[in-house]
């Protein structure tokens, strides 16, 4: 639910009321009782954060970051016949 401001143009109450979007605007001031009190313009509260913004993805040209691994694909291991010889060691020489 959202949350309004209002403020009375007669005494000068101000008061952030949450309410329904389908609610009717309040008018009776909650400190003076006068139908003055009547619903302020205000600013957005909330800020978006996060990727895949403009300036902090695509400003440079550079692809957004996604979150996985940006390097080549291991392949999966080769299995190797059975019945390969054994490659020698290379190691010293026995007589």
Same mark, same amino acid.
């Given at each position: 639910?959202?949350?309004? /401001?209002?403020? #009375?143009?007669? #005494?000068?109450? /101000?008061? !952030?009321?949450? =309410?329904?979007?389908? !609610?009717? =605007?309040? &008018?009776? #001031?909650?400190? #003076? *009782? ?5 619903? =302020?313009? &205000?600013?957005?509260?909330? =800020?978006?954060?996060?990727? *895949?913004?403009?300036?902090? !993805?695509?400003? *440079?040209?550079?692809? $957004?970051?996604? @979150?996985?691994?940006? @390097? ?7 299995? &190797?016949? /059975?019945?390969?010889?054994?490659? $020698? ?7």
């Amino acid at each position: 639910m959202p949350i309004y /401001a209002y403020r #009375c143009e007669a #005494c000068g109450f /101000a008061k !952030d009321v949450l =309410q329904k979007i389908s !609610d009717p =605007q309040l &008018t009776v #001031c909650l400190s #003076c *009782g006068k139908e003055t009190f009547k619903k =302020q313009l &205000t600013a957005a509260g909330f =800020q978006l954060k996060g990727s *895949g913004w403009y300036v902090t !993805d695509f400003r *440079g040209g550079t692809p $957004p970051a996604t @979150g996985t691994a940006t @390097g080549p694909a291991t392949p999966a291991p080769t299995e &190797t016949p /059975a019945a390969a010889p054994a490659a $020698p060691s290379g190691g010293t020489k026995s007589e």
